[in-house]
């Protein structure tokens, strides 16, 4: 028998989709950690302290906003006008981000409307923002959607299709579901995550590693 293929070296930091039906706040949230990462940098000389505790951990991390890879990088088959939104080709994309996302240091966050492209492997965390129609139809009338697409999401938003699609394409444990209906929400999501985030660490036994 032949020998096994030695196991891939594990991920220094989870990668984590935030994923969620337009208007429920991914980009707010990814934003919001962004911030909180950066800061982290400046405090810690870009290396996350060696007990894993608060902010700290959120040095190495990155935030992949997937809507900017498709139009910079060129992963689409053109502009849909009636959607106001790129016609994204997922191999091309997938290509793009297999870097990042199967490097030793991992850590990307990625923010995008959808999660069950992804290979497993690639993924530690998906967490779906869900939020009220109420909330969601103020947040997509101000940013001037077309009806059609307006109505698409909210209809999406309240048959939790992304939700679904998460339990679908990932385990149980890997897939949680947070409310994003109010400033408040927000950062105790982003409080929830960043705990999360060191409890990984943790739990692979990265920052026992390093002590």
């Known amino acids: ?10 991920r ?8 969620g039906t337009p208007g429920t706040g991914k980009t707010t ?20 302290a060696s007990n894993g505790s608060g902010d700290a951990v959120l040095a190495e991390l990155r935030h992949i906003a997937v809507n900017d890879v498709v139009r910079d990088r060129n992963c689409h088959d053109g502009w849909d006008a009636e959607y106001q939104s790129w016609l994204v080709d997922e191999d091309r994309l997938l290509d793009e981000l297999e870097p990042d996302m199967t490097s030793e240091r ?12 992804f290979p ?5 965390l998906v967490v779906v923002l869900t939020a009220d129609t109420e909330s969601l139809y103020d947040r997509l009338a101000l940013r001037k959607y077309p009806e059609a697409k307006m109505q698409e999401n909210i209809d999406a938003e309240i048959m ?25 929400d927000m950062e105790a999501n982003v409080d929830r995550i960043v705990a999360w985030v060191a409890q990984w660490r943790k739990d692979q036994g990265i920052d026992k590693e390093e002590e």
């Not at 220094?12 to 994923?19: A, D, L, V």
């Not at 982290?40 to 996350?48: E, F, V």
């Not at 991992?106 to 409307?113: E, N």
């Open 106 to 117: 991992g850590g990307c966050i990625v923010d995008w409307h959808a999660c069950d492209l």
């Open 29 to 48: 949230h990814c934003e919001a950690l962004a911030t909180r990462i950066a800061a982290a940098a400046s405090t810690t000389g870009a290396a996350p």
């Open 1 to 10: 028998m032949a020998d096994e293929a030695p196991a891939a070296p594990p």
């Open 12 to 19: 220094r930091n989870p990668n984590i989709i935030i994923t």
């Open 160 to 184: 939790q299709v992304l939700l679904q699609e998460a339990h679908e394409a990932f385990d149980e444990g890997m897939v949680v579901e947070l409310a994003s209906n109010t400033p408040d």
């Open 120 to 124: 497993v492997s690639w993924v530690d």
